[in-house]
T-cell receptor, first 107, second 112 residues
C-alpha cells in the first residue's frame, strides 16, 4: 500500500465549478501536511499547508482529519489558471508525495 | 523565490558515462531530498538527508549515490549512466519538520 494515496483523476470541470480532491495517508505518526501544485514540466510549488482546524486561502480550503488519516482540498469558483496537477504531501521523517490529481478547467 | 539551485538544467550524455547532478541551497535547511519524475508521472523519492554526513535511500531502487559533506550541497552521482536513467531529477530542501519543501527547477537527463 502506498503511503499517500490520492483520487486518480483526471478532473475536467467548467469554469466556476467547485471541485474537491481527497487524499489518505498510512503513517499515523505523520506530522505535517501540504497541498502542492505542479504545472506541466515545472517543479512542484507549495499551494497551502493543511492544519487540523482546517484552513482557507481565498478560493482554496484544506481540511485534515487525523483520526481518519484523510486530507482534502476544495477549490471554489475554479478558474482556467487552476489547471494543473495537485499533489498531496505528508511529512514525517521525509516528504512523501501522492501521485497527484490532474485538474483541467475548461471555458 | 526559493534559493535552491540545480545544475545542469538539461543534460544529454552517452551510455556508460559518470555524471553528477548538482544541488545547492542557501536557506540553511537541514533536510534535502532527491526525487525522480518521468513526464506526467508521480514523484519518486530516491535519496534524502537529515543533515551533514546523513544520507538515506528512498523508496525507488536507484543506482545513484549521494553525499552530504556540507549543509548547502547535496550532489547526486550516477557511476555509469544508462538509457533507463533518462528522467527528470528534482532536488528539494526543507527546514524543521513542519515547514514545506522548496524545489529546484530540476535537471532533465537524457542518456543516449
Amino acid at each position: 500500500r502506498k503511503e499517500v494515496e490520492q483520487d486518480p483523476g483526471p478532473f475536467n470541470v467548467p469554469e466556476g465549478a467547485t471541485v474537491a480532491f481527497n487524499c489518505t495517508y498510512s503513517n499515523s505518526a505523520s506530522q505535517s501536511f501540504f497541498w502542492y501544485r505542479q504545472d506541466c514540466r515545472k517543479e512542484p510549488k507549495l499551494l497551502m499547508s493543511v492544519y487540523s482546524s482546517g484552513n482557507e486561502d481565498g478560493r482554496f480550503t484544506a481540511q485534515l482529519n487525523r483520526a481518519s488519516q484523510y486530507i482534502s482540498l476544495l477549490i471554489r469558483d475554479s478558474k482556467l489558471s487552476d489547471s494543473a496537477t495537485y499533489l498531496c504531501v505528508v511529512n514525517w521523517r521525509d516528504m512523501r508525495f501522492g501521485a497527484g490529481t490532474r485538474l483541467t478547467v475548461k471555458p | 523565490e526559493a534559493d535552491i539551485y540545480q545544475t545542469p538544467r538539461y543534460l544529454v550524455i552517452g551510455t556508460g558515462k559518470k555524471i553528477t547532478l548538482e544541488c545547492s541551497q542557501t536557506m540553511g535547511h537541514d533536510k534535502m531530498y532527491w526525487y525522480q519524475q518521468d513526464p506526467g508521472m508521480e514523484l519518486h523519492l530516491i535519496h534524502y538527508s537529515y543533515g551533514v554526513n546523513s544520507t538515506e535511500k528512498g523508496d525507488l531502487s536507484s543506482e545513484s549515490t549521494v553525499s552530504r559533506i556540507r549543509t548547502e550541497h547535496f550532489p547526486l552521482t550516477l557511476e555509469s549512466a544508462r538509457p533507463s536513467h533518462t528522467s527528470q531529477y528534482l532536488c528539494a530542501s526543507s527546514g524543521r519538520i513542519s515547514t514545506e519543501a522548496f524545489f529546484g527547477q530540476g535537471t532533465r537527463l537524457t542518456v543516449v
